[in-house]
């Protein structure tokens, strides 16, 4: 920490990261750096993540670390990294007090509001020192109540309260409010008496600002040279941030952002200047102030960005809209632009604030900044409309009455005909919502006719459904099936009118359709499903072929979803092989060979053409012959293509070859049967094991009889399975066969996993594909098209949509302690995209909704957290290839995880992702017994609410210390200490 190493603050590596970087890969008795020590080196010399690992070290000794007040260091660097959910984790188990752990939880989730009003309480109860543990309370944990509520307070725009709350407390904070309520008298006086860093970039953006509203008293050229010299800053502090992408570097991304907006801001301006001494003589005045602000409405940030930094924007932009207004009232045209940007600006924030879940500020921002503005055009007012009702129709039924005002004052003959539709639309919802059914119905209805007068559009239609559907749940038996036609007939009209782009979320519109022609098949869903299931764009069933499929059982729907599938071969004929040739082999149980025709060999050779009109006209006796026509008619489509046989080559050989081991496939079984004995074993009052564990064990005994014709394909395979089963299997089965209690099954099951992964964990992870397929490591075919690209995407896959395999990477990676196989299809995009190969009883799929939905979670999107991973080529009924199309993040996460376990001293099957406590919990259930087992449910903390955030390091800790430290039964919780 001396202050010659600052020389060397830019260059990389440097001093201090070697050094430190040296005393991480010690071993034995590494060096203690003290550490606040540590957290400076790592913030000043770009050193961040080599000091947490040994922060995250010192954690690992509880007793030195809480004496030096570790955990409050470390929680402030991931702060300063911008990991919210690592700071969440460290707080959680640091934090004396339950409402630090249920407002963390809050925050965690997004939900503002409530975490505010749980610090708010904290912060009253702690200055009157009431209530249980407010004594033991640190000055940290106080601090982080008000930095918290002071948070929420900014996401929730509540500026006039953090104004009052400043002056008393924080002075800095009053130059934030002062900028945001335009008080520009304050705001200079604010930052004149401020205690930031004249050099911080912060204080230079500031100082932009009032340079810029001061444009008048300023210098020639001081306002460029304050934005270049915050660019500068900005620059130095990017360079300082780790060099990996993260959250970290998501500030300074959008301070880039408002410099940009500073800098074309002081363009206006100028021109503005230039401009007025001869306005009159130039016709052609205004056209690079309209591209500047065009160009505003195309760049804004993510939907999921912070609501302070959309604020932070809206709030310049509202002030250069209102200098241009006042400059330019001479020049009409310069004048409108500038009140057309501050209406659209007012619209766009409350949108946003709405899609953030901030239905009350997105109200709040329309009745504070739309009604004054002296213009406003149609198309805005419309949208103003539309934010509010959407947003009344958020909150809940305390706001309906309000919703309905607002809806019934609409002038809706100034609209456009869209814009009429739009407003009976959202009517219509909220007549339902407040329970007047017949004029709701009566809206719908006449939204649907203006809106197909105009052009196909599916928004009216999709809402019609779903009032349709909501009084279907409700209905009574005699009016079902009337609301489920209905129902119907509305989500075809909608999924018939989807265009390619603009209307998203179809997924649960078809899904939805799907299940209530299921559910109702009587003759009226039927004649409406079929009036127009040929209508529906095809591309809309591809993410529910597997669905479809099913369907072909169900006599009433079978001849619709016939048709359906044969316009899907037509199309799109790739996607739908791997899920026809997968239902086809599960409804031949006896090994019939999908690659085998069906077909009397006698019978005339016909056309595609004429197979397909064949496979039109023959009705559906049975799902069987159903299926084997789709698939030889499948089978057609692509030998015009010269496909079929690559396509059977590929599922083939990633079914036989690159399935487990039978070391492998039972111990993942062994794995999942202790999995669910510590899931079980803390709700049993005996030792003896339940009947669905029993069973359990009784199927992986099974499983060592069946290894033969597991792999039956794969004479490698086969022939390994045999020695195994002979040298094992006796064994295996007489110690499980007579096992009838609890301890002595978790005894036998450990003593069994760690047998077969001994041989396992220095067994090579990487494999050469050319060893394993020697087909797949030659196959090259550019006419296949790469699976799963259709799997949950919102547009017509047409034309340039197509990726093509160009070939298979020569490397397969194991994944996981599973050790599944990774097999990379290159595709002719350039991107190599992983394939899993998992062995499963039932091939899963998971719903293309569900992944919609995770894509959407703020939070999650917030935190670049993977948002699909998606079964997608099934080869077998039991062999499935998962495509992680987010880089393989998730399994290279967890075999980084694994990797940690074994630094920290933690055999391999504790360290799995979901069962990190599986050395402290069998210590405890097999040394205890039943009868006072029950106190140990405190390890999964039941009553504890909001359990988020939970750190991996805590995790690894109790695995590996926490054994011998609560080897003595406690009479409280045995976590409290921590």
Same mark, same amino acid.
């Given at each position: 920490?001396?202050?010659?190493?600052?020389?060397?603050?830019?260059?990389?590596?440097?001093?201090?990261?070697?050094?430190?970087?040296?005393?991480?890969?010690?071993?034995?008795?590494?060096?203690?750096?003290?550490?606040?020590?540590?957290?400076?080196?790592?913030?000043?010399?770009?050193?961040?993540?080599?000091?947490?690992?040994?922060?995250?070290?010192?954690?690992?000794?509880?007793?030195?670390?809480?004496?030096?007040?570790?955990?409050?260091?470390?929680?402030?660097?991931?702060?300063?990294?911008?990991?919210?959910?690592?700071?969440?984790?460290?707080?959680?188990?640091?934090?004396?007090?339950?409402?630090?752990?249920?407002?963390?939880?809050?925050?965690?989730?997004?939900?503002?509001?409530?975490?505010?009003?749980?610090?708010?309480?904290?912060?009253?109860?702690?200055?009157?020192?009431?209530?249980?543990?407010?004594?033991?309370?640190?000055?940290?944990?106080?601090?982080?109540?008000?930095?918290?509520?002071?948070?929420?307070?900014?996401?929730?725009?509540?500026?006039?309260?953090?104004?009052?709350?400043?002056?008393?407390?924080?002075?800095?904070?009053?130059?934030?409010?002062?900028?945001?309520?335009?008080?520009?008298?304050?705001?200079?006086? /604010?930052?004149?008496?401020?205690?930031? /860093?004249?050099?911080?970039?912060?204080?230079?953006?500031?100082?932009?600002?009032?340079?810029?509203?001061?444009?008048?008293?300023?210098?020639?050229?001081?306002?460029?040279?304050?934005?270049?010299?915050?660019?500068?800053?900005?620059?130095?502090?990017?360079?300082?941030?780790?060099?990996?992408?993260?959250?970290?570097?998501?500030?300074?991304?959008?301070?880039?952002?408002?410099?940009?907006?500073?800098?074309?801001?002081?363009?206006?301006?100028?021109?503005?200047?230039?401009?007025?001494?001869? /306005?009159?003589?130039?016709?052609?005045?205004?056209?690079?102030?309209?591209?500047?602000?065009?160009?505003?409405?195309?760049?804004?940030?993510?939907?999921?960005?912070?609501?302070?930094?959309?604020?932070?924007?809206?709030?310049?932009?509202?002030?250069?809209?209102?200098?241009?207004?006042?400059?330019?009232?001479?020049?009409?045209?310069?004048?409108?632009?500038?009140?057309?940007?501050?209406?659209?600006?007012?619209?766009?924030?409350?949108?946003?604030?709405?899609?953030?879940?901030?239905?009350?500020?997105?109200?709040?921002?329309?009745?504070?900044?739309?009604?004054?503005?002296?213009?406003?055009?149609?198309?805005?007012?419309?949208?103003?409309?539309?934010?509010?009702?959407?947003?009344?129709?958020?909150?809940?039924?305390?706001?309906?009455?309000?919703?309905?005002?607002?809806?019934?004052?609409?002038?809706?003959?100034?609209?456009?005909?869209?814009?009429?539709?739009?407003?009976?639309?959202?009517?219509?919802?909220?007549?339902?919502?407040?329970?007047?059914?017949?004029?709701?119905?009566?809206?719908?209805?006449?939204?649907?006719?203006?809106?197909?007068?105009?052009?196909?559009?599916?928004?009216?239609?999709?809402?019609?459904?779903?009032?349709?559907?909501?009084?279907?749940?409700?209905?009574?038996?005699?009016?079902?099936?009337?609301?489920?036609?209905?129902?119907?007939?509305?989500?075809?009209?909608?999924?018939?009118?989807?265009?390619?782009?603009?209307?998203?979320?179809?997924?649960?519109?078809?899904?939805?359709?799907?299940?209530?022609?299921?559910?109702?098949?009587?003759?009226?869903?039927?004649?409406?499903?079929?009036?127009?299931?040929?209508?529906?764009?095809?591309?809309?069933?591809?993410?529910?072929?597997?669905?479809?499929?099913?369907?072909?059982?169900?006599?009433?729907?079978?001849?619709?979803?016939?048709?359906?599938?044969?316009?899907?071969?037509?199309?799109?004929?790739?996607?739908?092989?791997?899920?026809?040739?997968?239902?086809?082999?599960?409804?031949?149980?006896?090994?019939?060979?999908?690659?085998?025709?069906?077909?009397?060999?006698?019978?005339?050779?016909?056309?595609?053409?004429?197979?397909?009109?064949?496979?039109?006209?023959?009705?559906?006796?049975?799902?069987?012959?159903?299926?084997?026509?789709?698939?030889?008619?499948?089978?057609?489509?692509?030998?015009?293509?010269?496909?079929?046989?690559?396509?059977?080559?590929?599922?083939?050989?990633?079914?036989?070859?690159?399935?487990?081991?039978?070391?492998?496939?039972?111990?993942?079984?062994?794995? /999942?049967?202790?999995?669910?004995?510590?899931?079980?074993?803390?709700?049993?009052?005996?030792?003896?094991?339940?009947?669905?564990?029993?069973?359990?064990?009784?199927?992986?005994?099974?499983?060592?009889?069946?290894?033969?014709?597991?792999?039956?394909?794969?004479?490698?395979?086969?022939?390994?399975?045999?020695?195994?089963?002979?040298?094992?299997?006796?064994?295996?089965?007489?110690?499980?066969?007579?096992?009838?209690?609890?301890?002595?099954?978790?005894?036998?099951?450990?003593?069994?996993?760690?047998?077969?992964?001994?041989?396992?964990?220095?067994?090579?992870?990487?494999?050469?594909?050319?060893?394993?397929?020697?087909?797949?490591?030659?196959?090259?075919?550019?006419?296949? &098209?790469?699976?799963?690209?259709?799997?949950?995407?919102?547009?017509?896959?047409?034309?340039?949509?197509?990726?093509?395999?160009?070939?298979?990477?020569?490397?397969?990676?194991?994944?996981? &302690?599973?050790?599944?196989?990774?097999?990379?299809?290159?595709?002719?995009?350039?991107?190599?995209?992983?394939?899993?190969?998992?062995?499963?009883?039932?091939?899963?799929?998971?719903?293309?909704?569900?992944?919609?939905?995770?894509?959407?979670?703020?939070?999650?999107?917030?935190?670049?957290?993977?948002?699909?991973?998606?079964?997608?080529?099934?080869?077998?009924?039991?062999?499935?290839?998962?495509?992680?199309?987010?880089?393989?993040?998730?399994?290279?996460?967890?075999?980084?995880?694994?990797?940690?376990?074994?630094?920290?001293?933690?055999?391999?099957?504790?360290?799995?992702?979901?069962?990190?406590?599986?050395?402290?919990?069998?210590?405890?259930?097999?040394?205890?017994?039943?009868?006072?087992?029950?106190?140990?449910?405190?390890?999964?903390?039941?009553?504890?609410?909001?359990?988020?955030?939970?750190?991996?390091?805590?995790?690894?800790?109790?695995?590996?210390?926490?054994?011998?430290?609560?080897?003595?039964?406690?009479?409280?919780?045995?976590?409290?200490?921590?």
């Amino acid at each position: 920490a001396r202050e010659y190493h600052t020389r060397q603050l830019r260059p990389w590596p440097n001093c201090i990261q070697a050094l430190l970087d040296g005393v991480a890969t010690c071993q034995m008795s590494p060096p203690r750096i003290p550490p606040e020590v540590l957290k400076y080196l790592g913030r000043t010399f770009n050193a961040w993540h080599i000091s947490l690992k040994l922060l995250e070290d010192h954690m690992m000794q509880p007793a030195k670390a809480a004496e030096e007040g570790t955990d409050l260091f470390l929680a402030d660097l991931y702060q300063l990294l911008n990991e919210e959910d690592m700071y969440t984790a460290v707080w959680q188990l640091r934090a004396y007090n339950d409402e630090t752990k249920v407002g963390l939880g809050h925050l965690q989730h997004g939900y503002w509001a409530y975490g505010q009003d749980v610090f708010f309480g904290a912060m009253n109860r702690a200055q009157t020192l009431a209530g249980p543990g407010m004594l033991q309370l640190s000055f940290a944990e106080k601090n982080l109540w008000e930095e918290k509520w002071i948070e929420c307070a900014r996401r929730l725009q509540q500026w006039e309260i953090l104004a009052d709350y400043s002056r008393q407390q924080h002075p800095d904070l009053s130059i934030e409010c002062a900028w945001r309520a335009s008080d520009w008298n304050l705001f200079r006086d /604010a930052l004149s008496r401020s205690s930031l /860093a004249t050099e911080s970039l912060q204080y230079k953006i500031y100082q932009a600002y009032l340079s810029m509203h001061d444009v008048s008293l300023a210098k020639p050229g001081d306002l460029d040279t304050l934005i270049t010299q915050a660019c500068q800053t900005a620059v130095k502090h990017h360079a300082s941030l780790p060099d990996v992408p993260a959250l970290v570097h998501v500030p300074v991304l959008q301070q880039f952002h408002q410099l940009m907006e500073l800098r074309e801001s002081s363009m206006i301006i100028k021109e503005l200047s230039a401009g007025n001494r001869n /306005a009159t003589q130039q016709p052609q005045f205004g056209n690079d102030i309209k591209q500047v602000l065009d160009g505003w409405r195309n760049r804004l940030p993510q939907i999921w960005d912070d609501i302070a930094h959309w604020n932070n924007l809206f709030q310049w932009r509202e002030e250069v809209y209102g200098i241009v207004t006042k400059s330019m009232r001479d020049v009409p045209h310069v004048a409108a632009m500038a009140q057309r940007g501050t209406a659209w600006s007012v619209t766009k924030f409350s949108h946003v604030a709405r899609k953030q879940r901030l239905p009350e500020l997105a109200l709040h921002w329309l009745d504070k900044k739309f009604y004054s503005l002296p213009v406003v055009e149609n198309a805005e007012s419309y949208m103003k409309i539309r934010e509010q009702l959407k947003s009344y129709l958020l909150i809940g039924s305390e706001y309906h009455g309000s919703a309905l005002s607002t809806v019934n004052g609409v002038n809706v003959d100034v609209l456009t005909n869209p814009q009429k539709a739009g407003v009976l639309r959202l009517r219509g919802e909220v007549l339902a919502r407040i329970g007047k059914n017949s004029d709701a119905y009566t809206a719908f209805s006449a939204a649907t006719d203006i809106q197909d007068a105009n052009g196909p559009s599916s928004k009216a239609w999709l809402a019609w459904g779903r009032y349709c559907d909501m009084q279907l749940g409700t209905a009574q038996e005699a009016a079902a099936p009337t609301w489920a036609n209905y129902a119907v007939s509305c989500y075809s009209q909608g999924l018939r009118h989807q265009s390619d782009t603009k209307n998203h979320g179809s997924g649960t519109p078809a899904a939805r359709l799907l299940s209530l022609v299921g559910e109702h098949p009587t003759d009226g869903v039927r004649a409406t499903f079929d009036k127009f299931a040929d209508s529906i764009p095809s591309w809309l069933w591809l993410p529910w072929l597997t669905h479809l499929l099913g369907m072909l059982h169900s006599p009433p729907v079978a001849n619709t979803v016939k048709n359906i599938i044969v316009r899907l071969i037509q199309y799109h004929p790739q996607p739908v092989f791997y899920r026809l040739r997968a239902f086809r082999m599960a409804l031949h149980p006896t090994g019939v060979d999908a690659d085998a025709t069906m077909t009397d060999p006698s019978a005339p050779t016909l056309t595609h053409e004429e197979k397909e009109t064949k496979v039109r006209q023959t009705p559906v006796v049975s799902a069987k012959q159903a299926v084997n026509d789709l698939f030889d008619l499948v089978k057609s489509s692509l030998q015009t293509s010269h496909t079929s046989t690559d396509l059977e080559l590929l599922v083939r050989e990633l079914s036989t070859c690159l399935q487990l081991t039978p070391e492998e496939y039972l111990l993942n079984m062994l794995k /999942a049967i202790a999995s669910m004995c510590y899931q079980s074993a803390f709700s049993l009052q005996t030792g003896t094991v339940p009947a669905v564990l029993q069973h359990q064990v009784k199927l992986a005994i099974a499983s060592l009889h069946r290894l033969y014709d597991t792999y039956a394909t794969s004479p490698a395979l086969k022939a390994r399975s045999i020695a195994f089963r002979s040298a094992h299997g006796v064994a295996f089965e007489a110690e499980f066969a007579l096992i009838t209690e609890m301890p002595k099954l978790l005894e036998l099951l450990h003593k069994w996993i760690d047998m077969l992964s001994g041989p396992l964990t220095n067994a090579p992870r990487r494999l050469a594909l050319h060893q394993l397929s020697p087909v797949l490591s030659q196959l090259q075919n550019p006419a296949i &098209e790469l699976p799963g690209q259709y799997a949950a995407q919102d547009f017509d896959p047409t034309g340039e949509q197509h990726m093509k395999l160009e070939r298979l990477e020569h490397e397969v990676v194991l994944v996981g &302690e599973q050790r599944y196989r990774c097999v990379f299809f290159r595709a002719t995009n350039g991107r190599v995209y992983p394939f899993h190969v998992q062995l499963t009883p039932i091939a899963p799929q998971l719903p293309p909704g569900d992944n919609r939905s995770a894509g959407r979670g703020l939070e999650g999107v917030h935190l670049f957290v993977p948002g699909r991973v998606e079964a997608v080529g099934l080869c077998y009924p039991s062999v499935v290839a998962l495509l992680d199309d987010k880089g393989s993040s998730l399994w290279r996460f967890q075999v980084r995880f694994s990797q940690q376990g074994k630094e920290r001293g933690v055999t391999n099957w504790i360290t799995e992702s979901n069962n990190s406590l599986a050395h402290f919990r069998y210590q405890r259930v097999c040394s205890t017994p039943f009868s006072a087992v029950s106190h140990l449910q405190c390890i999964d903390r039941p009553d504890e609410p909001l359990k988020v955030g939970s750190s991996r390091l805590w995790a690894l800790h109790v695995a590996t210390a926490g054994c011998a430290e609560h080897d003595t039964p406690q009479p409280t919780c045995c976590c409290d200490a921590h």
